[in-house]
Nanobody, 120 residues
């Protein structure tokens, strides 16, 4: 089995920064695209940022210029650096990854979610 474990959420004031990390563990053969999603109360889950295995990135328009996604292909981790946070960034953030286990086909996995609250 594969697990995605997130860390780094919390409470921050507007204009502040947080860094989210996610580590994939288990019987992993290969990790493909990785990304971060978020879901605010009453809203659908939305994509925040994604990164391919070769490092190509994409961002939601609402976070461009403020958030940076990166990954470590050796450690199977993905990080989201969030700067200049705004109250509208408040949500539960989920890590997502496409993973191939030894002897199995590609499958999508999700982390358990970490709360980010931006408030004064």
């Amino acid at each position: 089995q594969v697990q995605l474990v997130e860390s780094g959420g919390g409470l921050v004031q507007p204009g502040g920064s947080l860094r989210l990390s996610c580590a994939a563990s288990g019987s992993i053969f290969s990790v493909g695209g990785m990304g971060w999603y978020r879901q605010a109360p009453g809203n659908q889950r939305e994509s925040v940022a994604g990164i391919t295995s070769d490092g190509s990135t994409n961002y939601a328009d609402s976070v461009k210029g403020r958030f940076t996604i990166s990954r470590d292909n050796v450690k199977n981790t993905v990080t989201l650096q969030m700067n200049n946070l705004k109250p509208e960034d408040t949500a539960v953030y989920y890590c997502n990854a496409n993973v191939r286990m030894h002897g199995y086909s590609w499958r999508e996995y999700w982390g358990q979610g970490t709360q980010v609250t931006v408030s004064s």
